[in-house]
C-alpha cells in the first residue's frame, strides 16, 4: 500500500510539473512510511494539486501588499492537514510482537 501510495504521488507531480508540488510531493513521500499514512494519502477525493491548492490559498488569504507566503514547515504542515494525517500515524511504530 505504501509503494502505491508514493507512485500516485510521484504521477501527480509529474503531471503538475511545478517545483512547489515537487516539494510536497518529496515530504509527503518521505513520512509515507506506514500503511496509516498511506491510506491517508489513496483517500478518494485527495490530490497532490488540492494539496497545493490549499496551501496557495491561505497564503493568499494572509497576504500582506499583494504578496502571500507560507515557510516549508508551514506548507508541510498544511499538506498533512489537508490529507488528514495525525502526528500519531507519521510516528507509527513497529511492534516486534507483529515480527514474529
Do not use: W
Amino acid at each position: 500500500m505504501i509503494n502505491k501510495a508514493i507512485e500516485k504521488l510521484t504521477k501527480e507531480m509529474m503531471k503538475l510539473n511545478n517545483p512547489f508540488a515537487q516539494a510536497i510531493e518529496e515530504h509527503l513521500t518521505e513520512i509515507c512510511t506506514s500503511d496509516a499514512v498511506a491510506d491517508k494519502i489513496l483517500q478518494e477525493g485527495k490530490s497532490l494539486k488540492g494539496a497545493c491548492d490549499s496551501i496557495r490559498d491561505v497564503a493568499k488569504k494572509n497576504a500582506v501588499g499583494g504578496v502571500g507566503a507560507v515557510s516549508d514547515e508551514d506548507a508541510y504542515r498544511m499538506a498533512e492537514e489537508y490529507y488528514g494525517i495525525s502526528r500519531a500515524e507519521k510516528h507509527e511504530t513497529l511492534n516486534v510482537l507483529d515480527l514474529l
